[in-house]
């Protein structure tokens, strides 16, 4: 399965634009989706180009969502009673308060509010009423994070940006990490995020002694010697107007009589939704927004920062968590962020650490008090293994050891599924947010090794099944095999609801595996995927709409190479002209960026109106994305030792994913259509130069295209205002018959004369790919969790439950030796299987020893020849 694809790399310090968030239509951002970079006044922090906050914009559905696992009634309660108790003039928490009041820059706060946190943290346990004397997850504690940067998540490597939190929601065991000189915090390690935006310091003092003056309390001396005694506000306050739509949108208003802000706020785009804003200045134009002051945009710039953060929890673990919590507080006030696949929610009502400290200790209380569930965890449908349980073990590294049951469409006995190692993870906050596993299960389901897919849907689209289904029935080749499938869990409520569900098939391998060595193929995966494009669009009345370095794999089968078309999660059906049948629900374009068509981009650019007509995703489109991705596999996977040469082709392809919409389709227009910049200006392998010439007639037939494109967007405005020129008379879907799969295969061929012969895609023709697919077919007999992570929470559970030791050491050592020469022998006898004994599709597993290395015969399904079978055994003697 494909390896995860990293951002691009970091940027040199200052300041660099950054974007806004997209809808979560638009699901495979970056490299893994569409992340929106107009031009904007936000401006990028902590020094990276790398991630976007994916959280979307304009999101419908209902998520009521308070403190976690907390009902008001009991915040209530809780607030009266530490009002009662006279927290607020606890000696930790009075001093604390006072260092908040008189800091010297925006970094004096953190120490101080991590120190009246934990202090009531620490006063609530046997004191509150439900409230034991430690929390369900136990020693939470709020940290100091920034100006330490948290631990890149591994697959992003050097290219993966550094993020720095200010203060972090960790478990014990973690609080010596944040903020000291050595090993850093992990991602997946984090409860909980706080970020803060200093605004106005100077008013925290007064805010200060005008909460001690109503209390009784005498007033606090600034840093200089003088009282800032608390200003009285002599103005009568004026109204606020809300606005129509903002006032419709709104999910549920704030109760200000309440003692918690227990009602959430409506789900706004991230451009509506800026804290301390005014009613008024919500209902501002994006135009009046853009020459808005210095302050909205820390305002923004804040919340994008959060969003980043929440963006690396939902990316780290492998689909290990539902949703992330986090919280701004802009000097004293605090607002409670929620963030899962379907976009965001925030409360309404800012609770102030001074004015409404009871309020605030008891929402902190509650925080603690929240069980895995209330932090993020996965429903019990997802079983986490017996050696490592919740709480003890969460949050998790990965789902590895997991199990779930699952019934395959032609039984009824239930299949029950082991998560093996995780093999890809979505580089997304909102949207599918995919997740690939390995798997094993307790009965044969396939005679293949297998994968499990996570993904969140859109309940109003066609399931990702179905769609593989309907192609299957039309006879469309290079597709996926689909074992079994199941909806595992709703999200959300509404028109924009979506549900988690897990698919399971056959496991296929990346194209890197083949083209970091076999670029000649090339060619033919392009041949391939014409061939199963042109029979989605006119067989199954499908179109892709997601053609991607991630979605294109490759099998053997009968002794060859076939290329598939994977992931048809962005799939839509359509009528003979070409028009989706299904009325669009985003305003964003489906598809990932590197590979999205110049045209599509270029309508994304534009501002976007309910009145205006956008533009049809089309076939030409899906062929146009084959063509990029044709490039990027040059570009990216193969072989290349000159330095200078890779720097180049690593510079072409960052082209196409960081400038605003607009830049790239330029870009990519030139790249289609200017003859010169394929021919001599692009820099490729020096391997691959022949294939420059292959690439030049995909080239001269965009071009062709363009130009019929061109002809009839001058028709149409030449044409009388009331008049447009009918579609009949053009063929919009193929641009008067330009770019369709045979005139794209003609021109290949007048530019390319070599031929591509049947036999080339032969294993035995390609050296290296069977050790290549050996090696990477191999599964990981155990399934237990041996990563370092999940070993040190082990090592946790049996603190908490200690297991028996054996008597005698020796006696330990004996088992261990006579373990290892088992598993030896079961290997040297799996090395000498080579071919796989056909069962019914799902039947009870004979008990077996455990086997080392796949061998090529029993990984992949095809290599069933005889000349390969005796490849095989002749190796594995």
């Known amino acids: 399965m494909p390896e995860h694809s990293p951002p691009p790399g970091e940027s040199p310090p200052g300041p660099e634009p950054e974007g806004l968030p997209p809808d979560k239509e638009a699901t495979k951002e970056g490299r893994g989706s569409t992340p929106m970079r107009p031009s904007c006044e936000v401006m990028r922090d902590h020094k990276t180009d790398s991630v976007h906050p994916h959280s979307a914009g304009g999101i419908g559905g209902h998520l009521d969502r308070g403190c976690p696992g907390v009902p008001p009634d009991r915040l209530n309660e809780w607030a009266t009673l530490i009002k009662k108790l006279g927290w607020f003039q606890d000696r930790t928490i009075e001093r604390a308060l006072t260092d908040y009041a008189r800091p010297a820059q925006e970094s004096g706060i953190y120490k101080p509010f991590a120190r009246i946190a934990n202090q009531i943290l620490e006063l609530a346990k046997g004191v509150l009423p439900g409230v034991g004397v430690s929390y369900p997850i136990a ?3 709020v940290v100091v994070n920034d100006p330490i940067s948290i631990e890149r998540i591994p697959e992003h490597g050097e290219l993966g940006a550094f993020r720095k939190p200010d203060l972090l929601f960790v478990r014990g065991s973690q609080k010596d990490l944040s903020g000291g000189t050595g090993a850093r915090v992990r991602w997946v390690d984090i409860l909980a995020f706080l970020e803060f935006k200093l605004d106005h310091k100077g008013q925290l003092l007064q805010t200060l002694n005008t909460c001690r003056e109503d209390r009784g309390l005498p007033l606090i001396i600034s840093k200089d010697g003088k009282s800032d005694k608390p200003k009285k506000n002599t103005k009568k306050p004026v109204p606020k107007r809300r606005p129509a739509r903002t006032a419709k949108g709104a999910l549920a208003s704030s109760n200000r009589g309440t003692s918690g802000p227990t009602s959430a706020g409506s789900k706004r785009s991230i451009d509506d939704v800026l804290d ?4 008024q200045a919500r209902g501002l134009s994006k135009k009046q927004k853009s020459d808005s002051s210095d302050s909205d945009i820390i305002r923004k710039n804040v919340q994008l920062q959060a969003g980043g953060y929440a963006l690396e929890l939902a990316s780290c673990t492998y689909g290990t968590r539902v ?9 004293d006030k605090m607002s409670l962020w929620y963030y899962d696949a379907s976009g965001y929610v925030r409360t309404a009502e800012n609770v102030s650490v001074m004015k409404d400290f009871e309020k605030f200790a008891a929402i902190m209380v509650a925080f603690a008090c929240g069980e895995p569930k209330h932090w993020g965890a996965l429903p019990d449908i997802i079983s986490p293994p017996s050696s490592i349980p919740y709480p003890v073990s969460f949050p998790p590294p990965s789902l590895k050891g997991h199990t779930l049951e699952m019934v395959p469409p032609d039984t009824v006995e239930p299949v029950k599924v082991t998560l093996g190692k995780p093999v890809f993870t979505q580089y997304g906050l909102v949207g599918r947010r995919t997740f690939l596993y390995r798997i094993k299960t307790n009965t044969v389901v396939a005679q293949t090794p297998l994968v499990i897919k996570f993904s969140y849907q859109v309940v109003s689209r066609k399931r ?4 593989v289904e309907v192609a299957r029935k039309a006879g469309v080749e290079h597709i996926p095999k689909v074992h079994m499938w199941r909806d595992l869990w709703k999200l959300s409520e509404g028109a924009r609801a979506i549900f988690h569900g897990a698919l399971v098939y056959t496991r296929y391998i990346p194209l890197k595996a083949l083209f970091k060595t076999a670029w000649h193929l090339i060619p033919h995966m392009a041949d391939q995927i014409l061939d199963c494009l042109h029979d989605l669009r006119y067989k199954a009345k499908m179109l892709h709409r997601d053609i991607s370095a991630n979605n294109v794999m490759f099998e053997i089968r009968d002794g060859a190479v076939k290329f598939i078309v994977i992931d048809f999660d962005m799939a839509t059906m359509v009528d003979s002209a070409g028009e989706p049948l299904a009325p669009r629900s985003s305003k964003h374009r489906t598809g990932t960026l590197p590979f999205m068509a110049y045209e599509l981009l270029d309508d994304m650019s534009q501002p976007w109106s309910l009145e205006q007509q956008r533009i049809v995703h089309r076939l030409r489109h899906d062929f146009e994305s084959l063509f990029y991705l ?15 040469i890779k720097a180049s082709m690593a510079k072409q392809l960052k ?3 960081d400038l605003t919409y607009d830049g790239i389709a330029s870009i990519k227009q030139r790249l289609c259509t200017d003859v010169k910049r394929i021919n001599k200006r692009l ?10 010439r292959w690439f030049l007639g995909w080239v001269k037939m965009f071009g062709k295209a363009d130009a019929a494109m061109k002809t009839y967007d001058e028709a149409q405005l030449m044409s009388e205002p009331h008049q447009t020129l009918s579609t009949q008379a053009f063929d919009i879907d193929t641009l008067q018959g330009t770019i369709t799969r045979d005139t794209i295969k ?3 061929g007048f530019y390319y004369k070599h031929p591509m012969r049947p036999e080339d895609l032969q294993i035995a023709n390609i050296p290296g790919l069977g050790k290549t697919i050996e090696v990477y077919m191999h599964d990981d007999d155990d399934l237990e969790g041996q990563d370092g992570h999940v070993q040190e929470q082990r090592v946790v559970a049996e603190k908490v439950k200690p297991t028996r030791k054996p008597r005698s050491t020796s006696k330990a050592k004996k088992t261990e030796v006579a373990k290892k020469k088992t598993v030896q022998k079961t290997v040297v006898a799996s090395k000498k299987t080579t071919t796989t004994k056909l069962v019914s599709p799902i039947q009870k597993q004979p008990q077996k020893p455990k086997r080392g290395v796949r061998t090529l015969a029993a990984a992949t399904r095809s290599m069933t020849t005889r000349s390969m079978q005796k490849g095989a055994l002749a190796k594995a003697k």
């Not at 044709?630 to 200078?644: K, N, P, T």
């Open 655 to 657: 082209q196409w994913e």
């Open 630 to 644: 044709c490039l990027y596999c040059i570009f990216s996977m193969v072989e290349v030792e000159d330095a200078s």
């Open 139 to 141: 020693d939470i504690e």
């Open 683 to 692: 820099a490729f392998p020096p391997s691959c130069e022949v294939l420059r």
């Open 746 to 748: 003609l021109s290949l």
């Open 323 to 331: 949703f992330s919590l986090g919280s701004i507080v802009r000097d």
């Open 464 to 467: 990702e099944q179905d769609m």
């Open 276 to 279: 301390g804003d005014t009613d």
